[in-house]
């Protein structure tokens, strides 16, 4: 036997124990994962459409915290705005504020050295989600995409933005970073609390409750519910929430790689004369993601569905806008990974008056963005239609 067929034995091999780690470690995840029904809750909300209100009212809300800090996010970096947050979670901790930090482990840009003195100075920092055996490559995979901060208990936060320069629009290569972020006060924050502590034990992390975690919280006017899901139900539910749709639906994402159901039912909507536009970036954040969504426009464009490039800077945003009437504002994107692999937790709002707001953001990125025709869409280079192939393979893990 040659070197060639020992190489290529050696390759089969790899590849199929890939295969199964990930097959046998997301069937895992299935099983052990829960359908979380949240109650309806009635909560004050805030939209925070771009990084400078988001970081300032984050900042704000911070600096008078008197009893703890919750804060998770699937990315913080050591530059500029990940410093000056850190130096503020450091000031409240060594102010006797308890300070908790979860971080996704693929996610966290943090030096050990500098993690090293968050816990000297009093925060309790832990990673999310590290690779672990038997299904070692599907861990590598699943991720922790949730963003949500809970302070005192009353306040909480949720939505696409992670800390780090770029989500401020400091990176020369997206230029402007156009997300949405919610910050919750009263009833609603305590399904946000009891998130992060089940993260933070799943974390391998002791946690004593204590009655401030859950303090009595007041009734706002927004009906919402908290929707958490760890791989499991995100697409049942979004199948569901566009079947309901009679008017109008409008859907803001940065990866389109949805699979078949949600696919299949955003055409079954287009062709019982609902008005379907689809908000995407331009330009690509990540390598043949932008070339994953290319085989599914062709359907769309032919039920009638309008997709619409954003192209000044990078659109991050995750919602989805039903009938006017309802919207989905959270950390899932519209790609499998999402539906399938990553942890993730979304709010659904039934107020009119805020979903009017939405619109109104949308309405704006739609302004600033390019119609993708069918005749564009065929001109796409060959170079293009090659990374879609390969992307088209890969699409799952994108």
């Known amino acids: 036997m040659n070197g060639w067929m020992i190489a290529g034995i050696i390759f089969i091999a790899i590849v199929i124990w890939l295969r199964l780690d990930f097959v046998l470690g997301m069937r895992k995840q299935r099983s052990e994962a829960s359908r979380h029904v949240q109650e309806t809750r009635y909560s004050d909300i805030t939209l925070l459409p771009t990084g400078d209100e988001f970081f300032k009212q984050l900042f704000q809300d911070i600096q008078v915290a008197t009893d703890h800090i919750h804060m998770l996010f699937y990315i913080f970096r050591y530059d500029h705005i990940g410093k000056k947050m850190i130096s503020a979670l450091e000031s409240k ?28 100075d009093g925060i309790h920092f832990a990673y999310s989600h590290p690779a672990s055996l038997p299904y070692l490559f599907f861990t590598t995979n699943r991720r922790n995409h949730r ?60 946690y004593v409750e204590q009655p401030s975690h859950y303090p009595f919280l007041t009734k706002g006017d927004s009906p919402i519910r908290i929707l958490p899901t760890d791989g499991v139900y995100l697409e049942e539910t979004f199948v569901d929430l566009i079947a309901q749709a009679k008017h109008t639906i409008m859907l803001g994402t940065p990866y389109y790689i949805p699979g078949d159901p949600v696919h299949q039912e955003l055409i079954a909507a287009a062709k019982r004369g609902v008005d379907v536009k689809l908000i995407l970036p331009k330009k690509g954040d990540h390598p043949l993601v932008k070339e994953a969504a290319y085989p599914y426009f062709n359907d769309l464009l032919t039920a009638g569905i309008t997709i619409h490039q954003y192209y000044r800077g990078f659109f991050h945003a995750k919602c989805l806008v039903i009938d006017n009437q309802m919207c989905d504002v959270g950390t899932a994107n519209f790609d499998k990974r999402s539906f399938h692999i990553n942890h993730e937790i979304n709010c659904l709002i039934y107020d009119s008056d805020f979903v009017q707001l939405v619109i109104r953001e949308l309405d704006h990125d739609l302004a600033i963005s390019e119609r993708l025709t069918f005749e564009n869409y065929k001109k796409r280079p060959f170079v293009h239609k090659g990374k879609e192939k390969i992307a088209s393979l890969v699409s799952g893990l994108l």
Request: proline share 2%.
């Open 147 to 206: 963003k949500l901060t809970v302070i005192d208990g009353n306040t909480g936060f949720i939505g696409g933005y992670n800390v780090g320069d770029e989500y401020l629009g400091r990176d020369p290569k997206f230029g402007f970073w156009r997300d949405f972020h919610l910050r919750l006060f009263g009833d609603g924050v305590q399904d946000l609390q009891e998130q992060f502590m089940q993260d933070w034990q799943t974390a391998k992390q002791r």
């Open 93 to 120: 901790a060594k102010e006797g504020v308890t300070v908790r930090l979860l971080v996704d482990r693929a996610g966290c840009r943090i030096p050990k050295k500098i993690i090293r003195k968050m816990r000297k």
